[in-house]
């Protein structure tokens, strides 16, 4: 007799982040789909993570994290941020951005309980959702990839539970500005809903815009998951490094499901990421350099074919290429990798129901010049 194995995410596969690496590899392609830098990380950062080895930290770590990073990091929040967090009640280190997000969900979500989701969206966000028993309720940016309090608001219900919000925008590269904010925070106030604040692009604001942190707003901040990553400011995704902060009461559920499903992270890790970030300076000058990363590129593609998105945040770069097919996104970035071997990813994965007719895809700029310029020249030939 064959055993039948329940699937509880049929509607699940392959994330498309793997589908395109995997071929970008298969071809050839420079890979500008999967949202990694192609540059090493300070070189100061990899020796304090070898002496924090050789000086024997290599055994667990507290399960809610080192206190020394836990220490700084509250201490990089009052400076940015102007806002207080106690770092033995409402800081937790974390496996990486999606554990957080994943244990938050976990933590809060219960059967029945909707979450609304902002597309296109991530594609953690969803799929933990379901795991946990909850209902995806997905709201969409406008074609021009603009948040609207009106259409969330609409989406409220008796039964909502916990609100999505990601800012910088991944795959959008739009940001929440501070009247979003003020907006969503009035929009919440009375009412038992939780928000779940995706910050992993924090310091990757252009233009310049301050980073508009949901901290910042005390009707938010009493409700709200926020959550950073380490890899992406120190441009180390492979050490899967982050950080949630949330107010006590949040944050004793957050670790009951935390223990369970990670318990600790990385030890020497740890220790390096308090020692390096005593020094500020650290993290003030990335979204400069991601800046000049983004204009070069966006730069060289003036004059093609292509139609850019505004990009006021992260390291992606949306763009329209009606212009050039009429093919479906999948289908067309196949064709980009296969043909013209640069690889993208089609933003139809991120949405729960694609726009008819939209046409976009996802270039991801955290690359080296070198990288980029041959990109560029590839893409401007088609």
Not at 65 to 72: H, S
Request: net charge negative.
């Amino acid at each position: 007799m064959a055993i039948t194995v329940p699937d509880k995410l049929p509607r699940v596969g392959t994330t498309i982040f793997t589908v395109m690496s995997q071929l970008a590899q298969k071809t050839g392609a420079i890979n500008l789909s999967q949202g990694f830098p192609d540059f090493p990380i300070d070189p100061s950062l990899t020796e304090l993570v070898v002496s924090a080895m050789k000086a024997g930290h290599n055994q667990y770590a507290p399960m809610a994290g080192l206190p020394a990073l836990r220490e700084a990091i509250v201490n990089k929040v009052a400076h940015l941020y102007g806002t207080g967090y106690d770092p033995d009640t409402e800081v937790t280190i974390t496996a990486g951005a999606t554990q957080a997000i994943f244990t938050a969900i976990g933590a809060v979500v219960s059967v029945g309980d909707e979450v609304i989701i902002i597309d296109p969206a991530y594609d953690c966000y969803a799929p933990a959702v379901a795991l946990f028993g909850g209902v995806p309720v997905h709201v969409a940016l406008s074609k021009e990839m603009v948040f609207s309090i009106t259409d969330v608001a609409k989406a409220i219900t008796p039964r909502t539970r916990l609100l999505i919000i990601n800012t910088p925008h991944n795959p959008a590269g739009a940001i929440l500005r501070e009247a979003d904010m003020r907006m969503i925070a009035e929009l919440l106030k009375g009412t038992n809903i939780l928000l779940l604040s995706d910050e992993v692009y924090e310091h990757i604001v252009f233009d310049p815009a301050d980073h508009a942190s949901a901290m910042r707003y005390p009707e938010l901040r009493e409700r709200a998951f926020v959550v950073f990553s380490f890899g992406k400011v120190f441009h180390a995704t492979g050490w899967k490094g982050g950080y949630v902060l949330a107010p006590a009461a949040l944050m004793n559920g957050f670790r009951k499901v935390h223990q369970f499903n990670v318990f600790s992270v990385n030890t020497p890790i740890q220790h390096a990421l308090a020692a390096y970030m005593q020094n500020s300076s650290v993290y003030e000058n990335v979204s400069e350099m991601y800046q000049k990363k983004r204009d070069r590129f966006v730069d060289g593609l003036k004059g093609s074919r292509w139609r850019l998105l505004p990009c006021e945040g992260s390291y992606f770069q949306v763009a329209d290429y009606s212009a050039i097919s009429d093919s479906l996104d999948l289908d067309f970035a196949v064709t980009l990798a296969e043909e013209h071997r640069v690889a993208a990813i089609p933003l139809s994965p991120f949405y729960a129901t694609k726009p008819e007719g939209q046409r976009l895809i996802r270039f991801c700029f955290a690359k080296e010049d070198s990288t980029l310029d041959k990109a560029i020249e590839r893409l401007c030939r088609i």
